[in-house]
């Protein structure tokens, strides 16, 4: 059984992968011993990965030393069953980087476009000979909210709509219009720039905001919100393996 901790920018996601199948899953807005027990339901997991994008985490990783044999924590010096061509790759989020080893592992031998939804919005490129290529970040649907509502002296804080028209008749709604449809005309922006580069090109949603932009990219082959976790479990996976035993023992 391995345990996988994402340490997000806002919440803690937890899941748990036993032959390879994601089984649980749950958040927090911060880890604690009663969530771990509470998932693991008094079992001991083989293998635990952490990943973080908040930077070092060590009250975390002593945490979940306590409920697994064998703790691996992804850094820039993790070795990745893909090829990274990121000229950074020391700044390069762990949560990019193992949504493009999910994609490699679920959509083997696919030029794939990975658009992730959450606190920040990240539209990265996977080669179809298992090379991440790069991508792109811009602030995410709620952050476009908080934005207008706090840099301005009198527009209100909305949130999502499922009105899919281009014009509003109230300012609330122009405001839902306007960052909704920024975030799908940006989407769509560069799937039609990057189909025209590179061919059979996949399209893959993840993230907690990916429910509210499937329907409006007509072109969105494949959702699947649990990208990063089946990454993370390759990536412990791969460190698992004869080749590369870099797991920490207990």
């Not at 990943?51 to 044999?69: C, D, H, K, M, N």
């Given at each position: 059984?391995?345990?996988i901790?994402d340490?997000?920018?806002?919440r803690?996601?937890l899941?748990l992968?036993?032959?390879?199948?994601?089984?649980e899953?749950c958040?927090a807005e911060?880890l604690?011993?009663a969530?771990?027990?509470?998932?693991?339901g008094?079992?001991?997991?083989?293998?635990?990965?952490i990943s973080?994008?908040r930077?070092?985490?060590?009250g975390?990783?002593?945490?979940?030393?306590r409920?697994a044999?064998?703790?691996?924590?992804?850094?820039?010096?993790?070795?990745?069953?893909?090829g990274n061509?990121?000229?950074?790759?020391?700044?390069?989020?762990?949560?990019?980087?193992?949504?493009?080893?999910?994609?490699?592992?679920?959509?083997?031998?696919?030029n794939?476009?990975?658009v992730d939804l959450?606190?920040?919005v990240?539209?990265d490129?996977?080669?179809a000979?298992g090379?991440?290529?790069g991508?792109?970040?811009s602030?995410?649907?709620?952050m476009r909210?908080?934005?207008?509502?706090?840099?301005t002296?009198?527009?209100p804080l909305?949130d999502a709509?499922d009105?899919?028209r281009?014009?509003?008749?109230?300012?609330?709604?122009a405001i839902?219009?306007?960052?909704?449809?920024?975030?799908?005309f940006?989407?769509e922006?560069?799937?039609?720039?990057l189909?025209g580069?590179?061919?059979?090109?996949?399209?893959?949603?993840?993230?907690g905001?990916?429910?509210?932009?499937?329907?409006?990219?007509?072109?969105?082959?494949?959702?699947?919100?649990?990208?990063?976790?089946?990454g993370l479990n390759?990536?412990?996976e791969?460190?698992?393996?004869e080749e590369?035993l870099s797991?920490?023992?207990i």
């Amino acid at each position: 059984m391995n345990l996988i901790v994402d340490v997000g920018n806002t919440r803690v996601k937890l899941a748990l992968f036993e032959q390879g199948r994601l089984t649980e899953q749950c958040g927090a807005e911060t880890l604690s011993a009663a969530t771990l027990e509470g998932l693991l339901g008094g079992r001991r997991a083989d293998r635990a990965v952490i990943s973080s994008t908040r930077g070092p985490i060590p009250g975390i990783v002593e945490l979940v030393r306590r409920f697994a044999y064998r703790v691996l924590e992804f850094t820039a010096a993790t070795p990745v069953p893909i090829g990274n061509a990121y000229l950074t790759p020391a700044t390069l989020g762990r949560d990019r980087l193992a949504a493009a080893v999910g994609a490699a592992a679920l959509y083997p031998g696919r030029n794939a476009l990975i658009v992730d939804l959450g606190t920040a919005v990240t539209i990265d490129l996977l080669s179809a000979d298992g090379v991440f290529r790069g991508g792109c970040i811009s602030p995410g649907m709620a952050m476009r909210f908080r934005a207008l509502h706090e840099y301005t002296a009198s527009l209100p804080l909305c949130d999502a709509i499922d009105s899919e028209r281009a014009v509003g008749r109230t300012t609330d709604e122009a405001i839902r219009l306007g960052v909704m449809n920024s975030i799908a005309f940006e989407i769509e922006g560069y799937v039609a720039r990057l189909e025209g580069e590179f061919e059979d090109l996949c399209v893959i949603f993840t993230g907690g905001d990916a429910k509210f932009f499937v329907k409006r990219i007509k072109n969105t082959i494949f959702a699947n919100c649990n990208l990063v976790f089946y990454g993370l479990n390759r990536i412990l996976e791969y460190n698992a393996s004869e080749e590369h035993l870099s797991l920490i023992h207990i």
